[in-house]
Every structure is written in structure tokens, then in C-alpha cells.
């Protein structure tokens, strides 16, 4: 059985004896600093495992001198020293003894040192699955940091749900309530202002009393703000439900990413991060179905679509009282049992004591670099590494808003309303196909993010977003192109000075705020099209004349706010669709995996809080100058605007993110000490993995597809 490096490195776990399985990724075979031939060693959770080709045994060691090739300037060697402790021995599988190409490639016959020998040998002894040698397994990570991980991502849900549910709700509201376009935007902006700033807080929030009681705050404003929504006399009421609501997203939109990834083991990191967008795409879709359900109750629907929220707020309230805190929170303020028993909990049977040691060194070692004292956000700022980390972060979650991802959400019945779907249950029900969309799609971010990398995938959905938001601005361009003439000039004295009257078609008819589109239809013929003046009371009907409340009921006679009747509905329909099927594997779920990845501990709950503030800072900016922008610049106009910015993006996210994929969240650090917007292109990507093999006073740099090869 041949394995691969890859296949080596990622799934593998070692186990000497019956001390239970070990994490470990095999490291490069390079030429050793203290003997002239090459060796071969694993660097495991636990140490140092030495493969002497010699005596063929096994040796397990720590070896805190051992430091990374790059800091040569320090010693470093990317190997152990002479003074590595040897702990425990057990003999090598005999298959490394075989004849032919599995002899060691450069056997010294001095005293000993260690040599290189095949990857595909190694792989091919560990495969024996002998009980009293050297084994070769897959990791068993507990079910339980599983159901850790679905209950924190249901913070991941009721934010989709509490954001995807607006949409539909706003038609029933804005009919019921008499809502201007006003109010319209206050409903939906306030809860994401209130969304940032409590993920600023949020920070703060975190370091002080931990991961855990703020996901538990996070749910009680879920639960309070749906009681609060659902039992809303008026608009009044109902926007300081929509506050506190946002105050529970802002926090949970920070805690639920950092909690996950501090508990995930680091083969599962990126998955489990992701399921937690999976959970936010699955709440939006949950929300449409909700939406479409109850919009036929025309009264009081809106109620039952805002007050159910309160279900998976309190389940998820229920299940945090028996989960545990973040280890990592629990070893940075000096709880060292407790994070004990923690890591013990989620990673099984496994040995603790490296990760253990792993993550307290780390702790130290980052607040001595940082300064130590001040401000943690002037600490990151002043400190290289994390102030480039910061930068990117903040960049990703800035591109996410700025490629319009909330103008789809908040606004996909009324986008669908403004490509000429009339019916205001159909437009809900087909917004439903987008979230379905997006949910599916982010099924196959959770599949790909540990194939294929947060870069390239983030990278390809990029540029996907890109041209999916070109296509459905040119959705709106072709309807614009076709839009219906004015072809009845009323004569009420009301009129005369009216812009209203001044228009020919239908479509700057539609982008006046203060006008309407009044129409007969026979079949797909438009009949007595005319321009007129809304009601200041209500967008849902004319000022007077046929469209106004007394006579609107008429048959086949149409009042169309915001919208042209048009044919080319499916064309947008369709650029929705496409663009949910870009972003939503990668530029949706990506900022907030990568964010939750890039920072170091002591700065962890600031720098998500810093991303997270500047993820809902451009949502607020996006979301409340949609409808201004559809109306200065056009609807294509915007889409055109928000594909220019994804772009954008593409460049950022080309130049300065680098590969995190597979790495331990302590040593994602060094990625960051290159120069900003060099880093994308660092030898730290996944899938720079290559070996070295010192023979004859040569160098020969090998990669994987080649290691068998060598004779």
C-alpha cells in the first residue's frame, strides 16, 4: 500500500505501545547539521520521533532546542540536537529491512546518526497495524467536539435566521404598518449597527469572562429580542426589537468562530469553522421557508416569522449550561486544571501533554513579543505579525460586505420585485430558491476547505462573484433597455406640476422615489400606462386615480412601485443564483475561518472583534444606501458597482492572504512575519511540501510525486 506525503501528514496519527494514538504530520527529510548524511523525523504533539536506519528502532524525545530552519540567524536547524531526550523505544516494523528500493537511500557507517530513508517504506511499515510496534492509524476525534461544535454554530443559525427573515417579513410590514422607505431601511440598519458594536464589545467581552458565558449572553438576546418582535404593537417597538437582536448577532457573529477553532483539532479546524457558516446559510434558508409559509396569513404573519427565533436561542441557552470554556481561554487566565480536564474531554484518549505545553508557551511567548502591557489593540497594532494579520483579516471581511452579499439577503424579494415579479408571495418563494442556493453551496465550502485550501478557494469564489454579479447586472440593464412607455397622460389639476407627468418611461418613472407605475394588462399587453404620484401615506398605492386605494382593485388594472413589468425577470433570477453559487463556498464562510485561524492568542478576541466590527461597519454601509444607490446610479448601476469591488477583492485576497490549511493555530503566526502582500505568494502555501535528501554532498529537492523515484 503506497501513501502519499500528504495522505502521511494529514491522516495520520502514530502510536508506540498501548499509549493511545498520537497526532503527528511527517516533516521533511533535509540534511542534518551535526552528520553528513540526512535523516528523517515526525514531529508529533508529543515530541521527536527518530527513525534510526541503522538498529531500526524507534526513539520519542522532546527537544525544546529544536527551532525552524528560517531562523538560522538563532541556530536553527529544523532538526533535533544531540541533547534530545530519548523517553521511550520500541523496535521498527522488519518491513523497513526488505530488499530493494525500501534500504535506507544514505546509510552512514560511523556512530549512528540518523538517516534518510523512503516516505513510501515508512508508510508501508506503519501500515503492519502491529500491536507491539510502531502503528499507523487514523485519528479518533471524539463525537463530542461535534455535538461542541452544532451547538455553537446554532449562534451561526439565528444570525441567518434573524437576518434572512427580514426579507420576506418587510413586504407584509411595510403593508400593514404603512411603511415609508424610511422606516423600511431604519428596520433593517439598526440591527446590524447594533450588530458592530456589539462585536467591538464583544472583544472585551471575550477576554473577561470567556467564550463560553458570551455565547450564553449572545442566546438570551436571541430569545428577548423575539418575544420582543413577535408581540410588536408598532414600528416603534418593533425597531428596539430589531436592536437587541442585533446585539446578540454581534456578539455571537465573533464568539462562535474563535470558541469552535480553539476547541477543533487542527485536521478539523477549517471543516468545523465552516459548519458554522453552514449553520448561518441553513438559518436564511429556514427563515424563506418561514417567510413563505406565513405570508399568507396578510395580518399578523410577520409576528410568527420574527418570534420563532426564540426556539433555537433557547435550545442553544439549554445546551451551553453542560458545554465547556475554550482550553486556551482556561490556560490564559491560569486555570491549568480545568483546561486539563478540557483537552482531555475533546481530544479523547489522545496524549494532552504537548498541546498542553504547546498552548502555554504560546501564551508566553506572545505577550513577551507583544510589549506585554497597554492596550491589546495597540499591543496588535505595534507588534508586526499580528498588525499585517489584523490587515488581512479586516480586508477579507471588508470584500465579503462590499461584493453586496447583504443587499441579496436583505433585499432578495424586493431585487426579485424590481425585476418585474409582481406577486408578493411568489417573490418571497423564489428568494427561497437563492437562500437554497446559498445553503447548498456552502455544503460544498464545508467539503472543499480542507482539499483544496482557504486561499484557492476563496480565490476561485472571488472571481466567480465577480461575474455572477456582472450577469445580474446586466439582468437589470436588458430590462432597463426594454422598459415600457408611458402611453396615458392623466389631466387631474393634481398633475400639472408634477415630475411624475414629465416621464416617457417606465423605468426613470420607477427610479423616482416620489412616483409609480400605473398599468392595464390584456395578456402580455400593457394598456393606459401611466406615471403618477405615490401616496405620501403608503408606497403600496397611487395618490389618486386608478391605482389609488378606492379603485385599485379593479380587474387587471396593476400599481408597480420600484418596478417595471418586464419579461427578463428570469435573467436576474438567474444572476442571483449564480452569485449565491459562487460566494457562498468560499467568500462567505472564508473571512470568518481564516479570521478565527490567523491571530495569536493573547490577541485572538480582539482581532475577531476588530473583523467582525468592520464585517457589520460595511454591512450597515452597503444595506442602507442600496435603495439610494439603485436610485442614483440604477439598479445595474449598483450590481455593476458591487462586481468592481469584488474584483478588487480578488486582487487583495491574491496579494496578502497566505495558506493557514493543516497548520496548528500556534504556529499560524510566522506566516505573517513576511512583508504584507508578500505573503500570498510565500513558500508557506499548503502543497509546498518537498523533501531533501543529502547525498554524495549534494542537495536534491524532491517532491512528493518524485520521493519514489529515488533509488
Known amino acids: 500500500m503506497i501513501i502519499t506525503l500528504n495522505e502521511l501528514a494529514e491522516k495520520t496519527s502514530f502510536q508506540i505501545g498501548r499509549r493511545g494514538p498520537i497526532r503527528a504530520n511527517i516533516d521533511t527529510i533535509r540534511d542534518s547539521q551535526w552528520g553528513e548524511p540526512s535523516h528523517l523525523y515526525v514531529r508529533s504533539v508529543t515530541g521527536l520521533f527518530m527513525f534510526h536506519v541503522q538498529t531500526f528502532l524507534v526513539y520519542e524525545g522532546d527537544d525544546e532546542m529544536c527551532k525552524p530552519r528560517s531562523d538560522a540567524g538563532n541556530g536553527g536547524d529544523s532538526g533535533p540536537t544531540q541533547t534530545s531526550g530519548l523517553t521511550?523505544?520500541?523496535?521498527?516494523?522488519?518491513?523497513?529491512?526488505?530488499?530493494g528500493q525500501c534500504q535506507p537511500s544514505a546509510i552512514n557507517n560511523g556512530d549512528g546518526i540518523w538517516t534518510a530513508v523512503m516516505v513510501e517504506c515508512v508508510a508501508r511499515a506503519l501500515d503492519m497495524r502491529d500491536e507491539d510496534s510502531l502503528e499507523f492509524q487514523r485519528d479518533v476525534t471524539p463525537g463530542f467536539v461535534y455535538v461542541l461544535a452544532a451547538f455553537s454554530a446554532l449562534g451561526g443559525f439565528l444570525f441567518g435566521y434573524d437576518t434572512g427573515v427580514i426579507s420576506g417579513a418587510m413586504l407584509l410590514l411595510k403593508r400593514e404598518l404603512e411603511l415609508s422607505a424610511?422606516?423600511?431601511?431604519?428596520?433593517?440598519?439598526?440591527?446590524?449597527?447594533?450588530?458592530?458594536?456589539?462585536?467591538l464589545l464583544g472583544g472585551f467581552l471575550n477576554g473577561l469572562f470567556g467564550r463560553r458565558l458570551c455565547i450564553l449572553l449572545a442566546s438570551s438576546f436571541f430569545a428577548v429580542g423575539?418575544?420582543?418582535?413577535?408581540?410588536?404593537?408598532?414600528?416603534?417597538?418593533?425597531?428596539?426589537?430589531?436592536?437587541?437582536?442585533?446585539?446578540?448577532?454581534?456578539?455571537?457573529?465573533?464568539?462562535?468562530?474563535?470558541?469552535?477553532?480553539?476547541?477543533?483539532?487542527?485536521?478539523?479546524?477549517?471543516?468545523?469553522?465552516?459548519?458554522?457558516?453552514?449553520f448561518i446559510t441553513g438559518g436564511q434558508f429556514t427563515a424563506s421557508l418561514v417567510d413563505g409559509a406565513f405570508s399568507y396569513l396578510q395580518r399578523d404573519g410577520w409576528r410568527y416569522m420574527l418570534g420563532l427565533s426564540v426556539l433555537p436561542a433557547m435550545l442553544q441557552f439549554v445546551g451551553f449550561l453542560f458545554l465547556p470554556e475554550s482550553p486556551r481561554w482556561l490556560i490564559q487566565r491560569g486555570l491549568t486544571q480545568k483546561a486539563r480536564r478540557v483537552l482531555s474531554q475533546i481530544r479523547g484518549n489522545q496524549n494532552i501533554d504537548e498541546e498542553y505545553d504547546s498552548i502555554k508557551n504560546s501564551i508566553e511567548e506572545e505577550e513577551?513579543?507583544?510589549?506585554?502591557?497597554?492596550?491589546?489593540?495597540?499591543?496588535?497594532l505595534t507588534y508586526p505579525p499580528t498588525r499585517r494579520a489584523l490587515l488581512v483579516g479586516c480586508?477579507?471581511?471588508?470584500?465579503?460586505?462590499?461584493?453586496?452579499?447583504?443587499?441579496?439577503?436583505?433585499?432578495?424579494?424586493?431585487?426579485?420585485?424590481?425585476?418585474?415579479?409582481?406577486?408578493?408571495?411568489?417573490?418571497?418563494?423564489?428568494?427561497?430558491?437563492?437562500?437554497?442556493?446559498?445553503?447548498?453551496?456552502?455544503?460544498?465550502?464545508?467539503?472543499?476547505?480542507?482539499?483544496?485550501?482557504?486561499r484557492k478557494l476563496i480565490l476561485g469564489s472571488n472571481a466567480g462573484t465577480c461575474?455572477?454579479?456582472?450577469?445580474?447586472?446586466?439582468?437589470?440593464?436588458?430590462?432597463?433597455?426594454?422598459?415600457?412607455?408611458?402611453?396615458?397622460?392623466?389631466?387631474?389639476?393634481?398633475?400639472?406640476?408634477?415630475?411624475c407627468s414629465k416621464y416617457q418611461l417606465c423605468e426613470p418613472c420607477m427610479l423616482d422615489p416620489g412616483c409609480g407605475f400605473c398599468y392595464r394588462e390584456n395578456g402580455s399587453a400593457l394598456l393606459a400606462s401611466s406615471c403618477v404620484t405615490v401616496d405620501k401615506a403608503s408606497t403600496e398605492r397611487a395618490a389618486w386615480g386608478r391605482c389609488s386605494n378606492s379603485s385599485l382593485m379593479r380587474d387587471q388594472t396593476y400599481w408597480a412601485y420600484n418596478y417595471c413589468p418586464t419579461s427578463y425577470s428570469w435573467l436576474v433570477l438567474m444572476g442571483l443564483v449564480l452569485y449565491l453559487a459562487a460566494f457562498a463556498p468560499g467568500m462567505g464562510p472564508m473571512p470568518w475561518t481564516i479570521n478565527s485561524e490567523i491571530y495569536p492568542l493573547w490577541a485572538r478576541s480582539t482581532g475577531n472583534a476588530c473583523a467582525a466590527g468592520v464585517n457589520w461597519t460595511f454591512n450597515i454601509l452597503v444595506s442602507v444606501t442600496f435603495l439610494h444607490l439603485a436610485q442614483y446610479l440604477t439598479y445595474y448601476g449598483a450590481f455593476f458597482l458591487y462586481s468592481s469591488m469584488a474584483l478588487l477583492g480578488f486582487v487583495f485576497t491574491y496579494g496578502c492572504l497566505p495558506e493557514t490549511k493543516g497548520r496548528r493555530l500556534e504556529e499560524i503566526e510566522a506566516l505573517f512575519e513576511n512583508q504584507l502582500c508578500s505573503c500570498g505568494a510565500s513558500d508557506s502555501d499548503e502543497g509546498r511540501q518537498v523533501e531533501y535528501i543529502r547525498v554524495k554532498g549534494s542537495n536534491y529537492h524532491l517532491s512528493d510525486n518524485d520521493a519514489s523515484d529515488v533509488d
Open 88 to 99: 521511550d523505544k520500541q523496535s521498527f516494523p522488519e518491513a523497513l529491512t526488505r530488499a
Open 182 to 199: 424610511l422606516w423600511q431601511e431604519l428596520l433593517i440598519s439598526s440591527t446590524v449597527a447594533a450588530a458592530a458594536l456589539s462585536a
Open 467 to 499: 461575474l455572477s454579479l456582472s450577469l445580474l447586472a446586466t439582468g437589470f440593464l436588458i430590462s432597463a433597455q426594454h422598459s415600457p412607455p408611458v402611453s396615458f397622460h392623466p389631466l387631474d389639476p393634481a398633475m400639472a406640476n408634477s415630475t
Open 226 to 278: 423575539g418575544v420582543v418582535l413577535s408581540s410588536a404593537p408598532g414600528k416603534e417597538v418593533l425597531l428596539t426589537g430589531r436592536l437587541v437582536v442585533g446585539v446578540g448577532l454581534g456578539i455571537a457573529s465573533m464568539t462562535v468562530p474563535v470558541y469552535i477553532a480553539e476547541a477543533s483539532p487542527p485536521h478539523l479546524r477549517g471543516q468545523l469553522v465552516t459548519v458554522n457558516t453552514l
Open 368 to 380: 513577551k513579543d507583544s510589549g506585554g502591557d497597554g492596550p491589546v489593540i495597540w499591543r496588535m
Open 395 to 454: 480586508g477579507l471581511q471588508m470584500f465579503q460586505q462590499l461584493s453586496g452579499i447583504n443587499t441579496v439577503m436583505y433585499y432578495s424579494a424586493t431585487i426579485l420585485q424590481m425585476s418585474g415579479v409582481r406577486d408578493d408571495r411568489l417573490a418571497i418563494w423564489l428568494a427561497g430558491l437563492t437562500t437554497l442556493t446559498n445553503f447548498l453551496f456552502t455544503l460544498l465550502g464545508v467539503w472543499l476547505v480542507e482539499r483544496v485550501g482557504r
